[in-house]
T-cell receptor, first 113, second 114 residues
């Protein structure tokens, strides 16, 4: 079965650079969520989109932005990167047809040096 | 907002024994309680979930119980196997048309000793 696809799997950036993470949800899933997971920590919700509109907002820094496109894929744009942004970034998708159950991608490991 | 507490933070059991992980939540409106297993370098994988209109759900060796009055829910793994070793997260959310996000517990590192 198709899963949530994230790219890239690994990304190394320098401080103050920008990064773009991509997420391709499960086909026909209409909601996408972004989470950040620091080392040894639980995933922290950043932002979500439903039918291409922002639906919920968590602890996303102002330096980050995200959007969902017409094909339902989503991109997380991160600017002015800081060392503390180094983390695993997960995307998840869901649909009310699947009783809202989340499916997570394998994540993007971002390292800021 | 929702706050989820999870205990214990680490749990070591012998192969074949049972493991129990407990979570409490703060928002009485929450109605969806999933459990995730996360292996090193991988994304969280849904292993079982329960909704507020159900008190217990079982899937082979895994079961989840929910006590809405006390606002706590638990994961039970029976006949543990070494491949059950991972970090387990509970989560809570209000699932409605607003597509609310999950609030996770802090995780339990389960180690099953062969």
């Amino acid at each position: 079965a198709a899963g949530v696809i994230q790219s890239p799997r690994h990304l190394i950036k320098e401080k103050r650079e920008t990064a773009t993470l991509k997420c391709y949800p499960i086909p026909r899933h209409d909601t996408v969520y972004w989470y950040q997971q620091g080392p040894g920590q639980d995933p922290q919700f950043l932002i979500s989109f439903y039918e291409k509109m922002q639906s919920d907002k968590g602890s996303i820094p102002d330096r980050f932005s995200a959007q969902q496109f017409s094909d339902y894929h989503s991109e997380l744009n991160m600017s002015s990167l800081e060392l503390g942004d180094s983390a695993l970034y997960f995307c998840a998708s869901s649909s009310d047809r699947d009783n809202y159950g989340y499916t997570f991608g394998s994540g993007t490991r971002l390292t800021v040096v | 907002g929702e706050n989820v507490e999870q205990h214990p933070s680490t749990l070591s059991v012998q192969e074949g024994d049972s493991a129990v992980i407990k979570c409490t939540y703060s928002d009485s409106a929450s109605n969806y309680f999933p459990w995730y297993k996360q292996e090193l370098g991988k994304g969280p994988q849904l292993i079982i979930d329960i909704r507020s209109n159900v008190g217990e759900k079982k899937d082979q060796r895994i079961a989840v119980t929910l006590n809405k009055t006390a606002k706590h829910f638990s994961l039970h793994i029976t006949e543990t196997q070494p491949e059950d070793s991972a970090v387990y997260f509970c989560a809570a959310s209000l699932m409605d048309t607003g597509r609310r996000a999950l609030t996770f517990g802090s995780g339990t590192r389960l180690q099953v000793q062969p």
